[in-house]
């Protein structure tokens, strides 16, 4: 069973405009949430997180938007680039004492010149 | 800077071998893990590990084990290889305490059994 779910495989988005990254999760015992952002033939490098007791985190370009109600969040990226084309995955944790994470199965965002 | 290094970025196997991948990481970070990539399921993690000699079971741990003899080293062993693991593998590290909980990846090791 997925416990976080991103829904969309890919997204393509003009330059300068808004990207918007969805993430689902079904275990409300989550409270610590991550987005990384993957090269192809690169390690994923962490983006911005969110802990449960904030409903949104700004970071630059980027923010993140936790609807604990809807089990959502969402990444903004405004305006978009085309060095944001990447894989972008969501992670969750419900703290066990080693934070241990569930990924997302990620989306490919693709910024058009 | 942190820095996470892995053996290994392609390497190709045959079925029935025995197979280390090596992680390095330079942080003095307790926590240590493995995942592996595959299209349209993500990263999933195979095992984990706390300490040093500590070790925990991910959400896919058949058909591998593995070591940490020291803090900065985490090796992943794949007992016999079979095909169904031809994949990227992905080494990460974080600490337990402090205000970020953030996992600082490796740049991955391309495995191929064949």
């Known amino acids: 069973d997925q416990q976080v779910k991103q829904n969309s495989p890919s997204l393509s988005v003009q330059e300068g405009r808004i990207s918007i990254l969805n993430c689902d999760y079904t275990n409300s015992m989550f409270d610590y949430f991550l987005w990384y952002k993957k090269y192809p033939a690169e390690g994923p490098t962490f983006l911005i997180s969110?802990?449960?007791?904030?409903d949104k985190n700004e970071d630059g370009r980027f923010t993140v938007f936790l609807n604990k109600s809807a089990k959502h969040l969402s990444l903004h990226i405004v305006p978009s680039q085309p060095g944001d084309s990447a894989v972008y995955f969501c992670?969750?944790?419900?703290?066990?004492?080693?934070?241990?994470?569930?990924f997302g199965t990620g989306t490919r965002l693709k910024v058009l010149a | 800077d942190v820095k996470v290094t892995q053996s290994s970025r392609y390497l190709v196997k045959r079925t029935g071998e025995k197979v280390f991948l090596e992680c390095v990481q330079d942080?003095?970070?307790?926590?240590m893990f493995w995942y592996r990539q595959d299209p349209g399921l993500g990263l999933r993690l195979i095992y984990f590990s706390y300490d040093v000699k500590m070790k925990e079971k991910g959400d896919i741990p058949e058909g591998y084990s593995v070591s940490r003899e020291k803090k900065e080293r985490f090796s992943l062993i794949l007992e016999s290889a079979s095909t169904n693991q031809t994949s990227m593998y992905l080494c990460?590290?974080?600490?337990?305490?402090?205000?970020?909980?953030?996992?600082?990846f490796g740049p991955g090791t391309r495995l191929t059994v064949t």
């Open positions: 992670a969750a944790s419900a703290f066990s004492g080693t934070y241990k994470y569930i």
């Open positions: 942080m003095d970070h307790e926590n």
């Open positions: 969110i802990s449960s007791i904030k």
């Open positions: 990460a590290s974080s600490f337990t305490s402090g205000n970020t909980q953030e996992q600082y």
